[in-house]
């Protein structure tokens, strides 16, 4: 067969029925004569080119082969001795901190505590230092937590960048945190959040009432959460910038499901890891369960008793004391009384608005009695109005 595959036999045979064609006396095989002997020489001369071609590609150098063994890597001469890590916090003294600034909520000070300092041993810094979605009724303290964080960690505890979620809806509200795209308005300056982190990255990152943003995986908040809490990274619009998140605490949180979370600390406040997923469980159908993954603590404030009422009444009556240059040392538990009177009438709107009562019905009484040269007075309800006693 190989003999058949070479032009030259070809060329012979072709030559010799020419010339057998030639030497016939026959009209019509004379005049076929002529196209035989140009199909003869076309398909002699495609085999010398196939020919040819085949003896380039078989002389043509073969490729080198893949190599797909691993790499090993290069040695290591003398002894590794690896920088010792330890914490940046005391985790009991951060615990002891938190619980004395948020009344009624040792369970959560104590995971929030334990959380940031697992997380700063580690010193992982491809994400935040740590990230808590804190739910649970309103007036609980979700707010005053994240300040907390701050005074501990920060020495200040408004050294935070608060987010209020409810005004920061659809993209026109996100351009407000992370810059305009080129062309659009307002695409000269940066975003506020994106602006706080780059000046200020060992920081609190505050974002509150987080369910009315991430209403869906899809939500312009969601996806820029998404990219915090994963990468610890987000994206200035106007630049392209890209601002790392992760010297920062990011606290988020959440009224969702706030009666269902009220009697879920009640059941689990002595139980931490079923609190977590039973607060888990119940915010399932507000928030996508991928979000939730990616939070490292999600857990529930306990609502609060009459006694950590009290106490917080005792407080905010001090702290604003304080602001009108009068130190506060007692309270009778008549003004105590009607404090958790007006809480149970505002059980819906929280603490803020019993703090606003305090102060509106304080502030005149406090200021005459500074002008009258009183350095620490008590304070009592008498007659409905407020009575400035000795302390």
Same mark, same amino acid.
């Given at each position: 067969?190989?003999?058949?595959?070479?032009?030259?036999?070809?060329?012979?045979?072709?030559?010799?029925?020419?010339?057998?064609?030639?030497?016939?006396?026959?009209?019509?095989?004379?005049?076929?004569?002529?196209?035989?002997?140009?199909?003869?020489?076309?398909?002699?001369?495609?085999?010398?080119?196939?020919?040819?071609?085949?003896?380039?590609?078989?002389?043509?150098?073969?490729?080198?082969?893949?190599?797909?063994?691993?790499?090993?890597?290069?040695?290591?001469?003398?002894?590794?001795?690896?920088?010792?890590?330890?914490?940046?916090?005391?985790?009991?003294?951060?615990?002891?901190?938190?619980?004395?600034?948020?009344?009624?909520?040792? =369970?959560?000070?104590?995971?929030? $505590?334990?959380?940031?300092?697992?997380?700063? %041993?580690?010193?992982? *810094? #491809?994400? +935040?230092?740590?990230?808590?979605?804190?739910?649970?009724?309103?007036?609980?303290?979700?707010?005053?937590?994240?300040?907390?964080?701050?005074?501990?960690?920060?020495?200040?505890?408004?050294?935070?960048?608060?987010?209020?979620?409810?005004?920061?809806?659809?993209?026109?509200?996100?351009?407000?945190?992370?810059?305009?795209?080129?062309?659009?308005?307002?695409?000269?300056?940066?975003?506020?959040?994106?602006?706080?982190?780059?000046?200020?990255?060992?920081?609190?990152?505050?974002?509150?009432?987080?369910?009315?943003?991430?209403?869906?995986?899809?939500?312009?908040?969601?996806?820029?959460?998404?990219?915090?809490?994963?990468?610890?990274?987000?994206?200035?619009?106007?630049?392209?910038?890209?601002?790392?998140?992760?010297?920062?605490?990011? =606290?988020?949180?959440?009224?969702? $499901?706030?009666?269902?979370?009220?009697?879920? %600390?009640?059941?689990? *406040? #002595?139980? +931490?890891?079923?609190?977590?997923?039973?607060?888990?469980?119940?915010?399932?159908?507000?928030?996508?369960?991928?979000?939730?993954?990616?939070?490292?603590?999600?857990?529930?404030?306990?609502?609060?008793?009459?006694?950590?009422?009290?106490?917080?009444?005792?407080?905010?009556?001090?702290?604003?004391?304080?602001?009108?240059?009068?130190?506060?040392?007692?309270?009778?538990?008549?003004?105590?009384?009607?404090?958790?009177?007006?809480?149970?009438?505002?059980?819906?709107?929280?603490?803020?608005?019993?703090?606003?009562?305090?102060?509106?019905?304080?502030?005149?009484?406090?200021?005459?009695?500074?002008?009258?040269?009183?350095?620490?007075?008590?304070?009592?309800?008498?007659?409905?109005?407020?009575?400035?006693?000795?302390?």
């Amino acid at each position: 067969m190989a003999i058949l595959r070479n032009p030259l036999v070809w060329q012979g045979l072709f030559a010799v029925i020419f010339l057998a064609f030639m030497a016939a006396d026959v009209p019509w095989l004379r005049a076929a004569v002529p196209f035989l002997a140009v199909a003869a020489w076309v398909y002699i001369g495609w085999r010398l080119f196939a020919e040819r071609r085949a003896m380039q590609v078989a002389l043509a150098p073969a490729p080198p082969p893949i190599d797909r063994s691993t790499p090993l890597p290069p040695r290591i001469k003398g002894q590794v001795t690896a920088p010792e890590t330890g914490p940046a916090i005391d985790i009991t003294e951060m615990r002891a901190y938190l619980s004395d600034r948020l009344v009624g909520q040792d =369970v959560a000070a104590g995971q929030i $505590a334990r959380g940031i300092f697992r997380r700063m %041993a580690q010193e992982r *810094r #491809d994400k +935040p230092v740590f990230t808590a979605l804190l739910s649970g009724p309103t007036g609980t303290g979700k707010t005053e937590m994240a300040k907390a964080i701050a005074g501990y960690l920060y020495g200040d505890p408004n050294s935070l960048f608060r987010v209020d979620c409810g005004n920061v809806l659809g993209e026109a509200g996100l351009q407000t945190l992370i810059g305009s795209p080129k062309g659009y308005a307002g695409s000269g300056s940066w975003g506020a959040l994106t602006s706080h982190l780059r000046t200020t990255p060992s920081t609190v990152l505050l974002f509150d009432e987080i369910e009315k943003a991430v209403t869906s995986p899809q939500a312009p908040m969601a996806k820029l959460l998404l990219s915090l809490l994963d990468e610890g990274v987000c994206t200035e619009q106007s630049d392209g910038t890209k601002v790392s998140a992760r010297d920062a605490v990011i =606290v988020l949180t959440s009224n969702a $499901a706030h009666e269902k979370l009220g009697a879920v %600390a009640e059941r689990y *406040r #002595d139980e +931490p890891d079923e609190l977590i997923r039973a607060t888990k469980d119940a915010l399932r159908d507000h928030f996508a369960p991928e979000f939730l993954a990616r939070i490292d603590l999600v857990t529930s404030l306990a609502p609060l008793d009459d006694a950590g009422r009290a106490r917080i009444i005792a407080l905010h009556a001090g702290r604003i004391g304080r602001t009108y240059g009068v130190e506060v040392e007692s309270l009778d538990a008549s003004f105590v009384n009607e404090g958790l009177r007006r809480w149970a009438t505002l059980q819906g709107y929280g603490t803020r608005e019993v703090i606003r009562w305090i102060e509106e019905v304080t502030a005149d009484q406090l200021i005459q009695a500074r002008s009258d040269g009183r350095k620490k007075v008590g304070l009592a309800w008498t007659d409905g109005a407020v009575e400035v006693t000795r302390p």
